[in-house]
């Protein structure tokens, strides 16, 4: 079956514009996650979606960031006014539903440059 | 909190030789759970294992073997055998049960395999 997927594959943004980033899960799977990872670093966790709901969002880094997952399967992680600093691969991912902690399933990544 | 530390950040091996890749983590919780995976130069996170707290048996997977010690608090990745294609970073990481299941990844090892 198909597996995660991600939107676009490369950005390249200036400083200060808007941008989305989309991830479609895999089918059927109701947890989602947004991870950041930057050259050389494990990634780290952003936020985390049970169905429509952001359950955990402890780990977007400040107020420009924000994630949507209206109807429970695709997501859109939003960035206002970028920053150089916000140049990193953006990595999806998708698990079974709760009830045990189930492995991640990754998507390919979004990097995305800020110049 | 959580943590996981990957101390090697970089080796190199022949062909054939065996390689064993550490993980030392740290959480408060009596139940966790410890990942793997493999990103090769592709990019994209390759899932390789999932062990619970409560289960200390080592595990073998073809050329693949894990070893979790809960008394040293870690949990060691061994390749037999190495080959080229094995040749990639390797990620240990880490989920409290009960809370997000969000993963925190070590730094990760890169492993490059010789011919």
């Known amino acids: 079956g198909a597996g995660v997927s991600q939107t676009p594959s490369n950005k390249v943004t200036e400083k200060g514009k808007y941008v989305e980033l989309r991830c479609d899960p895999i089918?059927?799977?109701?947890?989602l996650y947004w991870y950041r990872q930057s050259l050389g670093q494990g990634p780290e966790f952003l936020i985390y979606?049970?169905?429509?709901?952001?359950?955990?969002d402890s780990g977007l880094p400040n107020d420009r960031f924000f994630a949507v997952r209206p109807e429970g399967s695709v997501s859109t992680l939003k960035i206002q006014r970028t920053e150089r600093g916000d140049s990193a691969v953006y990595l999806c991912?998708?698990?079974?539903?709760?009830?045990?902690?189930?492995?991640?399933?990754f998507g390919p990544g979004t990097r995305l440059t800020v110049t | 909190a959580q943590k996981v530390t990957q101390a090697q950040t970089e080796i190199s091996v022949v062909e054939k030789e065996d390689v064993t890749l550490d993980c030392v983590y740290e959480?408060?919780?009596?139940?966790?759970?410890l990942f793997w995976y493999k990103q090769p130069p592709s990019g994209e996170l390759v899932f390789l294992i999932r062990?619970?707290?409560?289960?200390?048996q080592n595990e073998i997977s073809g050329r693949y073997s894990w070893n979790f010690q809960k008394s040293t608090s870690s949990f060691n990745f061994t390749i037999t055998a190495s080959q080229v294609v094995d040749s990639a970073v390797y990620f240990c990481?880490?989920?409290?049960?009960?809370?997000?299941?969000?993963?925190?990844f070590g730094k990760g090892t890169k492993l490059t395999v010789n011919p």
């Open positions: 979606f049970q169905g429509t709901g952001a359950a955990d």
């Open positions: 062990r619970n707290s409560f289960d200390e």
């Open positions: 990481a880490l989920s409290e049960a009960g809370g997000s299941e969000k993963l925190v």
């Open positions: 089918s059927g799977h109701t947890a």
């Open positions: 959480t408060r919780d009596t139940t966790y759970y």
């Open positions: 991912a998708s698990s079974p539903s709760r009830g045990a902690v189930h492995e991640q399933y």
